[in-house]
């Protein structure tokens, strides 16, 4: 007998807490934490400490951003199931790093790796640097301005280059009687510079154009393109092959090639001019670039052993002042065709230039992870970077959003010409009024929450004294727009935001109030057909009831229980008691005083609200509106 009772003692125990978790988890999917924070662990406290109600509870302060419950849910789950879902692993892992636990952190992350090897967001990144994945793996969209810069003339113009506040450039710009190269029959290049400075708006503004301080690096023939240290004192640059006397150098072919050369500043002035030794006679070399340690000089060559018609390669710059062996980056960067102006980002990003990969046409840019991954493939950075013209000499400053390229596109001023670019993320706002929805009056101090699609609030905001709120959001993403305030239910509305920048999207929100003239209103209490046993949707409405009550705790109410026409009428008072009653005994074990609950009765098929009286034909849904229940306030 005893173990009979235990086993039916336990099946109503393993039932109450699978509906307790049902309605937690209707509370979840409805973004409402709080509420499933609050069940959940009433759950555990009742012995339902299953994977699905541990992690939850992990979830709802994650998506609270509070990492330190986080941790400590996403640890019993992680501890106690040894096949967790590793998506729990990886929240557990950013929890523990947000409150500063990193050696357990770091304990996870090797497990993590174990599981998921090959999940992005641990494969390039160690345990030092973790927390930076999610903003290094953003995939928001961005809005790329681009400015045809005010200096470029009806010449060729390129290769910015920004070193402090000045921005280094190529031109051929007519200053004073130059030779003409016979190629375009424009002047020979030259080195420029501009003073850069930002306005008021924090714009930028140049200075008139200048020739480079200094009388030796610009000779009569080419000079382009540049690179210089992080000190400042060195520059490397790219001439035509001058020789002592400053006349063109030929190879027996009568064909003039391009060196490298590199200058030291001296006294504000760049002399101390020295050809690089890798330098050939017979071949061109030129377009340097520096690595972020500049300790490796990147550079384009058309030597022999190449790939295709230049080739990018790369010397290392040795203490004694010395040079390495020139080496070609390979395959994964170089094709049959050309591949020029390579540039090296702080990041270690390698950008080029190349018409030998699928492209827009011409010259297009492109970016590579090869310095970092020698399995990684080129990324074309499409539009508007690229077009179909030529598009080349790509820099980016250390904010890694904003830069130079240069392009010889439709609507420019000349041959070539150099464009300044600003990558900002694609932003956009959510502007609403929150309303009382049966009086139309605005609403102050309603808690306003933006959610993503993963179901993480990301931001919350109170409506000010006319009802408005403003949230910030991300171009093209789904958001749920949530709004909460004591005495009324939740409001919702999803936003799904475009890829048009500046844009501001409308959600006004409508609450409806709980508590009208002398009751609590909620949605209706819905039974089954000749049942008292309260659903799950029914617990979901009651906990409307227990909330209004929790604010008001000198309210007492009574309960009113009404059944539908069908079955005798001493059996509908019956089961309209035994209704009222079950719905007072939820409220009950929610925690509120028994002695708030003046009454709960049952009147039956008494009081209808429709025609579906006995006899009477009538829907499932017509006598569904006679199963009610009413919650009238007796003291506030």
């Known amino acids: 007998m005893k173990t009979k009772l235990f086993i039916f003692f336990f099946a109503l125990s393993s039932t109450f807490m699978v509906a307790q978790r049902k309605l937690a988890d209707k509370f979840f999917e409805n973004f409402a934490y709080v509420k499933a924070t609050e069940l959940y662990e009433e759950a555990v406290k009742k012995g339902d400490s299953s994977e699905h109600v541990l992690t939850r509870l992990g979830d709802c302060y994650y998506n609270n951003s509070r990492s330190k419950e986080a941790a400590l849910w996403y640890g019993k789950a992680v501890n106690?199931?040894?096949?967790?879902?590793?998506?729990?692993?990886?929240?557990?892992?950013?929890?523990?790093?947000?409150?500063?636990?990193?050696?357990?952190?770091?304990?996870?992350?090797?497990?993590?790796?174990?599981?998921?090897?090959?999940?992005?967001?641990?494969?390039?990144?160690?345990?030092?640097?973790?927390?930076l994945y999610e903003e290094l793996a953003s995939t928001e969209d961005v809005i790329v301005k681009t400015e045809n810069l005010p200096f470029n003339t009806e010449f060729s113009d390129f290769g910015g280059y920004i070193s402090g506040d000045m921005l280094y450039f190529a031109s051929a710009r007519d200053t004073e009687v130059r030779k003409r190269y016979g190629w375009n029959a424009e002047?020979?290049?030259?080195?420029?510079?501009?003073?850069?400075?930002?306005?008021?708006?924090?714009?930028n503004t140049y200075s008139e154009a200048d020739f480079i301080n200094s009388s030796k690096i610009n000779?009569?023939?080419?000079?382009?393109?540049?690179?210089?240290?992080?000190?400042g004192q060195t520059m490397y640059f790219t001439r035509d092959n001058v020789n002592k006397r400053n006349k063109l150098g030929y190879d027996r072919k009568g064909t003039s090639h391009l060196k490298l050369y590199k200058a030291t500043l001296d006294n504000g002035a760049w002399n101390n001019i020295v050809e690089l030794p890798f330098n050939d006679e017979y071949y061109s070399n030129g377009h340097p670039a520096l690595s972020p340690d500049n300790t490796k000089l990147?550079?384009?060559?058309?030597?022999?052993?190449?790939?295709?018609q230049t080739d990018i390669y790369v010397v290392n710059i040795l203490e004694d002042g010395n040079y390495s062996e020139p080496k070609n980056l390979g395959p994964k960067v170089n094709t049959e065709g050309r591949e020029m102006f390579p540039f090296v980002a702080k990041n270690n990003t390698?950008?080029?230039?190349?018409?030998?990969?699928?492209?827009l046409g011409l010259l297009d840019i492109y970016k590579s992870d090869i310095l970092k991954n020698d399995t990684a493939e080129p990324e074309n950075l499409g539009a508007p970077y690229n077009s179909g013209y030529d598009d080349f000499a790509f820099f980016i400053n250390d904010d890694n959003k904003t830069g130079y390229f240069s392009s010889n596109r439709p609507g420019?001023?000349?041959?070539?010409?150099i464009y300044g670019f600003n990558a900002e993320p694609c932003k956009?706002?959510?502007?609403?009024?929150?309303?009382?929805?049966?009086?139309?009056?605005?609403?102050?101090?309603?808690?306003?929450?933006?959610?993503n699609n993963t179901g993480k609030i990301i931001a919350t905001v109170m409506t000010s004294d006319t009802g408005a709120f403003t949230l910030d959001a991300d171009c093209e993403k789904t958001y749920t727009v949530l709004g909460s305030k004591k005495?009324?239910?939740?409001?919702?509305?999803?936003?799904?935001?475009?890829?048009?920048?500046?844009?501001?999207?409308?959600?006004?929100?409508y609450l409806t109030p709980l508590i009208d003239d002398n009751q609590i209103v909620i949605n209706p209490i819905f039974f089954d057909f000749d049942k008292w046993n309260i659903r799950t949707d029914a617990e979901y409405e009651l906990e409307n009831i227990v909330d209004v009550m929790r604010e008001h705790p000198n309210m007492v109410i009574k309960i009113e229980s009404h059944t539908d026409s069908r079955g005798s009428d001493n059996y509908n008072m019956k089961l309209s008691d035994r209704r009222a009653k079950s719905t007072r005994d939820y409220i009950l074990s929610r925690g509120i005083a028994a002695e708030r609950i003046e009454s709960a009765i049952g009147y039956g098929e008494t009081q209808l609200l429709n025609k579906c009286s006995n006899g009477v034909k009538c829907t499932s849904e017509e006598h569904q509106l006679n199963r009610r229940s009413y919650f009238y306030i007796l003291k506030e």
């Open 298 to 308: 990147y550079f384009v060559s058309d030597r022999e052993g190449g790939f295709g």
């Open 80 to 131: 106690k199931y040894n096949k967790v879902n590793p998506e729990y692993i990886f929240k557990y892992i950013q929890s523990l790093r947000s409150i500063k636990n990193y050696e357990e952190a770091d304990k996870w992350l090797v497990k993590f790796k174990d599981i998921q090897g090959n999940d992005s967001r641990v494969k390039d990144f160690d345990a030092n640097n973790l927390d």
């Open 412 to 417: 420019g001023k000349g041959s070539d010409d």
């Open 187 to 203: 002047p020979f290049l030259d080195i420029y510079y501009v003073t850069v400075t930002k306005d008021e708006a924090g714009k």
């Open 487 to 509: 005495d009324y239910k939740d409001a919702r509305k999803e936003v799904t935001t475009n890829l048009e920048d500046g844009k501001i999207n409308n959600a006004d929100l």
């Open 219 to 231: 000779s009569p023939y080419h000079q382009a393109s540049i690179a210089i240290t992080n000190d």
């Open 428 to 451: 956009q706002k959510i502007e609403g009024i929150a309303r009382n929805i049966k009086t139309n009056e605005v609403l102050a101090n309603v808690e306003v929450k933006l959610i």
């Open 350 to 359: 390698l950008y080029f230039s190349s018409d030998g990969y699928l492209n």
